[in-house]
């Protein structure tokens, strides 16, 4: 493992306003704009979920959920907000986000450059070559090469910053052994064997333990506890996106990118969502509730870690230790001193934008679990375990809060 010392510039620190039951502080230091009001959904009456649905109970219980932006005019601009912002980061990174992610890079290069053959080179870079990745077609060195630029900064692309952060998810989910990461026929179960004694060796913080704890703050089975009722894989073919429920293209448009540089489109398996969750969910839905950015984001943390941090939780540990020792322990604000939120804040923005700017992942499935990387406790009391935050955050305050986090580490285009 590579301990790295950051220093960084610090930001402004605001809060949004929200009601007081509510975790109304965003992952980001940025100024804050209004907030839409923190609603709860609960209307999930048949006619509204065939308006999105497009037919009857007997028709279908499970819907493509980008269907309720080609209804639904509301959930078609939260799409599209929160595509733009996220595209943007990889457009035009702040200067916290881009040296990050660059520290982040120069480690991966230099694990790929320890790593004893190209088999197991291809291994870790099968998901991102392979036919549903970002750089499909490609090779071992053209992943090697965009690592490189990433670490150098000035000549990095979306595609490149992109491939960054997919690796980074695709170890977390590795070595979570989730199932998660889709497009792995051309790596055998021993070649993931051998990749990931290699990269326990390589980067401790990985430990099993350690990944437990990840699991049992941030996977979707937390965050999502209905997923397995309310999603369905109806095909396993994978079908290429473009953004949030396809808007890839115009967000790009709106952001004045040119096509050559666009963030590329990746493929993956549609998930159908049930239509009442559809109906009632405002936030645009993709996947459902996910726990994709506590695994990248515990693998970015141990790549530039140190041995007393432990990789995503640390700032959940912090909070409840405070909490502890003194009952009426509220936090306040994200994280828990400037340093901290202005580092780990812009790990967050990575690991959560990469997921909505290519549409895997919409804003209010990223939530939680992103949130809970800030220390902070994003469920109400009043819900229970087998609500999500599709259920508080589900009328817009989801695209705000993450939104803000992107533009926080943005530069503007």
Do not use: C
């Not at 308006?51 to 799409?79: C, F, M, N, Q």
């Not at 699991?215 to 894989?233: A, F, I, W």
């Amino acid at each position: 493992m590579i301990n790295t010392q950051l220093s960084v510039t610090t930001q402004n620190a605001a809060q949004p306003s929200a009601p007081t039951e509510q975790p109304d502080s965003p992952l980001s230091n940025a100024t804050a704009t209004s907030q839409p009001s923190i609603a709860t959904n609960h209307d999930s009456t048949v006619s509204k979920a065939d308006k999105y649905g497009g037919g009857g109970e007997s028709v279908t219980t499970h819907i493509d959920p980008a269907t309720r932006s080609r209804a639904d005019s509301k959930t078609e601009a939260l799409a599209l907000e929160q595509t733009q912002a996220a595209r943007n980061l990889f457009y035009n990174p702040g200067p916290i986000a881009e040296q990050q992610l660059g520290m982040a890079a120069n480690q991966l290069g230099e694990l790929m450059d320890m790593m004893p053959n190209d088999e197991m080179r291809g291994a870790i870079s099968a998901r991102l070559i392979g036919n549903e990745g970002l750089m499909k077609g490609q090779s071992i060195q053209d992943v090697r090469s965009a690592l490189s630029r990433v670490t150098q900064g000035a000549e990095a692309s979306a595609n490149d910053r992109g491939a960054t952060v997919e690796l980074m998810g695709g170890i977390g989910a590795l070595f979570a052994d989730t199932g998660a990461t889709t497009g792995m026929q051309s790596r055998s179960q021993s070649q993931s064997e051998k990749l990931r004694d290699f990269l326990a060796d390589h980067i401790p913080l990985l430990s099993d333990s350690n990944i437990t704890e990840m699991k049992e703050l941030g996977d979707s089975k937390v965050t999502g506890p209905l997923k397995s009722q309310q999603r369905k894989r109806p095909s396993p073919d994978a079908v290429p996106r473009f953004g949030m429920h396809d808007l890839g293209a115009q967000a790009d448009k709106n952001l004045g990118i040119a096509p050559k540089n666009a963030l590329g489109s990746v493929s993956w398996q549609l998930a159908t969502i049930d239509k009442n969750k559809v109906a009632s969910t405002a936030e645009p839905l993709s996947g459902h509730m996910s726990g994709s950015p506590s695994e990248a984001l515990a693998t970015f943390d141990a790549l530039l870690g140190n041995q007393n941090e432990k990789p995503y939780v640390k700032a959940h540990t912090q909070t409840r230790s405070e909490a502890a020792e003194n009952p009426s322990y509220v936090q306040k604000q994200a994280f828990h001193s400037q340093d901290e939120a202005d580092v780990k804040s812009a790990r967050a923005a990575w690991a959560t934008g990469y997921l909505v700017a290519t549409g895997f992942h919409s804003s209010v499935e990223v939530a939680e679990s992103a949130l809970k990387y800030s220390g902070q406790n994003p469920r109400p009391e009043a819900y229970s375990g087998t609500s999500d935050a599709a259920d508080w955050l589900g009328d817009g305050a989801a695209t705000a809060m993450i939104k803000e986090l992107h533009e926080s580490h943005s530069k503007t285009p």
